[in-house]
């Protein structure tokens, strides 16, 4: 099993997250393997955005292969800001206690930033912003690619700066927190701080990064080609 209950110097601990002083009601230990879950976690994301690509080559057999990758960045992003995410911000409170499969998977990210067991006022704030902002401009997004919309590079610009900027707050608050106040909210182990707390958040940078640099190069190069135009 995963986020099972430690023992500390006080006697038995009644969870394992960090900080270790940290009350979380009602948490109960995960009863799936993390493999398990993780497992059933990753094929809904993975039919998901497989469904999202045959729909998409049905409709623009057209649409280049480098296209139907970004594409399926964003329909990656639209499931897990609107369905992933948006389950947080509605059950936040009782996702300490629950065996669901989101739930679970939630408390074994939690492992790397306890705040998404109690009910955090940031951690809210950002994702209810993610859930009802970046994740349907993300759907809008990987419609536009699908059509070739002029709309596209625009739509993509602006869901990149969100991601950059959302990445940047949740970094930083942590930071902040560890550097002036002594508080740590992630387990110290690799697996915890390196692997869930950056690795799982670094596509959220580099992607993105990658894609505004796409999106401001194609924006100037439609500039050009009017200037040019009204040149003429």
């Not at 992003?77 to 499969?101: D, K, R």
Request: charged share 10%.
């Amino acid at each position: 099993m995963f986020g099972e209950v430690e023992e500390n110097v006080d006697g038995p601990a009644m969870h394992p997250y960090y900080p270790q002083h940290v009350a979380i009601p009602n948490y109960v230990p995960n009863t799936t393997s993390l493999i398990v879950a993780l497992g059933v976690f990753g094929a809904i994301i993975g039919s998901v955005v497989l469904a999202a690509l045959v729909l998409t080559r049905q409709f623009n057999p057209k649409l280049q292969r480098g296209d139907q990758l970004v594409l399926s960045w964003f329909v990656l992003c639209a499931f897990l800001h609107c369905c992933f995410e948006g389950y947080f911000v509605v059950n936040h409170a009782a996702i300490a206690g629950s065996q669901g499969l989101f739930a679970q998977v939630w408390k074994e990210y939690a492992l790397s930033d306890s705040r998404y067991l109690t009910s955090d006022p940031f951690m809210l704030c950002i994702e209810t912003l993610t859930t009802l902002i970046w994740g349907p401009l993300s759907v809008l997004t990987a419609v536009s690619i699908a059509r070739d919309s002029k709309l596209r590079h625009l739509a993509q610009v602006v869901v990149c700066i969100g991601h950059l900027y959302g990445v940047a707050l949740y970094y930083g608050t942590c930071h902040f927190e560890e550097k002036y106040r002594g508080v740590s909210y992630s387990r110290p182990e690799f697996l915890y701080f390196w692997v869930y707390y950056v690795g799982f958040n670094a596509p959220w940078v580099v992607v993105p990064l990658f894609l505004a640099y796409q999106s401001a190069t194609a924006i100037q190069r439609s500039f050009n080609a009017a200037e040019v135009r009204k040149a003429s």
